[in-house]
């Protein structure tokens, strides 16, 4: 598999990985309990544990897409690192009450018919502080493994910035129609007329240029009012196409459509968005 048909597909494979974790984490907790079990000399009655892991890591599963959410609102930044850590400090209190309150419920909604007993807590502050030190470990961990496999993500696909903002004697040739692509130690120039569209990815916007994808540290509105002199054109929240590559408009009952570039990718194009494109395009 190429890093290209990676990114093509990557959400596939980035829950197929979500996936793995969590299977991997629940079968090293097991094997741990069972362990125990084993040196104690007493013999290893699964069901209970089973109950207990499983729904703790259901409710986990569940729980975490909280902090991609979070962290789409309040990214950690250099310049803001100590209010960004404070603020997710405080969300994390938030996600393990998420965490517990899910994994609590389907106990005590599964414990009755496993072994006849029923699931409560008698003291539930010292309960939730047990869970919540082991949930902001938890926490930790996710959003540092986040920000590794971004940062592994840029660098071998390469992360792009526009030239106008970048230092040194290209910016005063003045080529502000390119942008310079950084990639594992080496830089390259890519002509912005070469982009066949562009979409959001949470903090960044990815650059599609043929079958390449180059993210972009940028929000798609600064981004839009810069490209739409350049012939660039905003059709969807998420996506701006290069109107030179658009080969088709579809238009659907409903109101909205799809833009068919050259490339034979195919756009979203809302309502609010699809008389202006008609419009630049005649």
């Excluded at 979409?199 to 043929?210: A, K, Q, R």
Aim: proline letters at 2%; a positive charge.
């Amino acid at each position: 598999m190429t890093l290209q048909s990676y990114i093509a597909n990557r959400r596939f494979w980035e829950f197929g990985l979500f996936v793995l974790l969590i299977l991997i984490s629940l079968g090293a907790n097991l094997g741990v309990q069972w362990i125990d079990f084993m040196r104690s000399g007493t013999a290893f009655d699964g069901s209970v544990p089973i109950v207990l892991e499983v729904t703790s890591h259901i409710a986990m599963a569940l729980s975490l897409p909280l902090i991609l959410w979070f962290d789409s609102l309040l990214p950690i930044r250099l310049l803001t690192w100590k209010n960004s850590l404070l603020a997710h400090l405080g969300f994390s209190v938030a996600f393990s009450f998420s965490h517990v309150f899910l994994m609590y419920w389907m106990r005590v909604a599964v414990f009755p018919a496993v072994n006849g007993s029923h699931y409560h807590w008698a003291n539930w502050l010292g309960d939730f502080g047990y869970e919540y030190l082991k949930d902001f470990r938890t926490y930790l961990i996710v959003v540092a493994l986040i920000y590794l496999y971004r940062f592994v993500l840029r660098r071998l696909q390469g992360e792009a910035g526009f030239l106008s903002e970048q230092d040194g004697e290209l910016q005063t040739r003045g080529v502000s129609d390119r942008f310079l692509v950084k990639k594992l130690g080496k830089e390259f120039l890519v002509r912005i007329d070469e982009i066949d569209w562009i979409e959001s990815c949470g903090n960044y916007v990815n650059l599609h240029v043929g079958s390449r994808t180059y993210p972009l540290r940028e929000t798609m509105t600064r981004i839009d009012q810069r490209l739409v002199p350049m012939g660039f054109q905003r059709v969807h929240r998420s996506a701006i196409v290069n109107l030179d590559r658009v080969a088709e408009i579809v238009a659907f009952d409903s109101g909205d459509g799809q833009a068919k570039l050259r490339s034979d990718a195919t756009i979203p194009v809302s309502r609010r968005f699809k008389q202006e494109l008609r419009d630049r395009l005649t």
